[in-house]
């Protein structure tokens, strides 16, 4: 049967059709995978972000600049722009018409201070149970809670803590829990919220605790734990869970680039559940949160290590740390930073062993050693605490130079709390973080003259502005 003229005009029609039909649609990306990220990688909410402040610039001559950076200018001087350290040296200043000159003969200029351990703010003053907000003491494991949400931006101890020279802290949860919160590290500038104070990049932190204080609060509720062999296993049964969820995220991870590779069809993988506490210990196997653990003994801090190793991450800093001289050469060898205290001893029985001249054998050692406060009282004169220590060290026969100890409560904290590329020492690139001292910045007798923090002046001894929180309006005990 002959078929072909019937054929044609079908075939036509079907042509026709299809050069009718809209233009197949160019290929589309699949959507991007639902990740496991950390705040900074998320973005802050606009409605929380800092304000953005344009100081203008300054050049501050004639003083003494120490740099924590192994380099004192005597004179020197310092020209900020664009809040950072734009150029600094010694002798004569290069001319610089748009800035402000201020002179500061007989002054010293170092870094701002950086305190690693406070709980300002999320204890606030006036002490008060309803200002009681550093221990979320209902589970030894709260690594879902973070310390951010606690701190009361009007705590007057904030204001006094820049009077003392202090520029940057890390405000921690308690040591309550054996894993207490994720920390904040906070510039000290007046905002309306929590959020708007944190030093824009620096990475988060993880407070967590060993010994007495966890298996104390716990063991008197007749729960786990309450001894350290509770502490350690609770501690790792977190931590096995939290490996858990990570491997389930990359495996999640795999599956959808699969998924995409394949031409996107079909539903994509779902994302493993949300677990707020189980999701901040993966972002600390994952190196993304640095841990802060404090710890007491030394047999407490190699168990704790230990653990590390078992796990696959790393602690920053040990804090408090009385025994670390103890095993001073394994904490070098494994770069952990001591946060500890000048003098401080005794008080419990884990802190009996506690020796002055801790912090000089662990900077001797090569240990990053760093003065902390834990108290809104030594929070005020770091520098003189760190000139203790180094006091304590000369006395075993340990010396050391202005700019090393200065380290101890600048370069050195900078370091545990990763943000060392920003701040910590007076170097071009660096934010405009520095105290301006009347005198010897180791002397009891000595003010922090001057605080400037990202190019702005935050303070001025002495010079009767009113306190940055409304709580104290009013409150001032006056002659």
Known sequence: MRSGPLLLPLLSAFAGLLACRPPKPPDTPPPEPARLSSLEER?????????VINPPPLLLTGAKVMTAAGVTH??????????????????????????????????????????THSHIGVYAAPDAQAHSDGNEMTSPVTAGVWSEHAVWPEDPQLELLVAGGVTTAQILPGSGNLIGGRGVILHLVPTRGARAMRLPGAPETLKMACGENPKRVYGERGSEPSTRMGNLHTQREAFYAAERLL???????????????????????????RDLAQETLALVLRGDIL??????????????????????????????ALEAYKIRDVLAERDVAVSTWADWWGFKLE??????????????????????SDSPIGAQRLNQEAAKARRAGAQVGITFTDDQTL????????????????????????????????????SVYTHAELVIIDGSLRYRHDDGSQPWSDWTLGREVTP
């Open 351 to 372: 802190a009996w062993d506690g020796i002055e001249a801790n912090a000089a054998m662990l900077a001797q050692a090569g240990v990053r050693a760093v003065i902390h």
């Open 247 to 273: 491997r389930d995220w990359e495996d999640y991870t795999q599956e959808h680039e699969d998924w995409a590779k394949d031409g996107a069809e079909g539903d994509p993988p779902t994302p493993p559940d």
């Open 407 to 442: 380290r101890w409560i600048t370069a050195n904290p900078a370091w545990a709390l990763g943000v060392e590329d920003q701040i910590g020492t007076l170097e071009p690139g660096k934010r405009a973080d520095l105290t301006v001292w009347d005198g010897d910045p180791f």
């Open 43 to 51: 973005g802050l909410s606009p409605v929380e972000a800092a304000p």
């Open 291 to 320: 841990p802060q653990v404090h710890c007491y003994r030394a047999d407490d801090m190699l168990n704790m290590l230990q653990l590390a190793d078992e796990l696959g991450f790393s602690i920053r800093s040990f804090h408090h």
């Open 74 to 115: 005597d004179p020197g001087w310092v020209l900020l722009r664009d809040g950072r350290i734009a150029e600094l040296g010694a002798g004569e200043p290069p001319a610089a018409q748009d800035a402000r000159r201020i002179d500061l003969a007989g002054r010293v200029i170092t870094p701002g201070l950086i305190d």
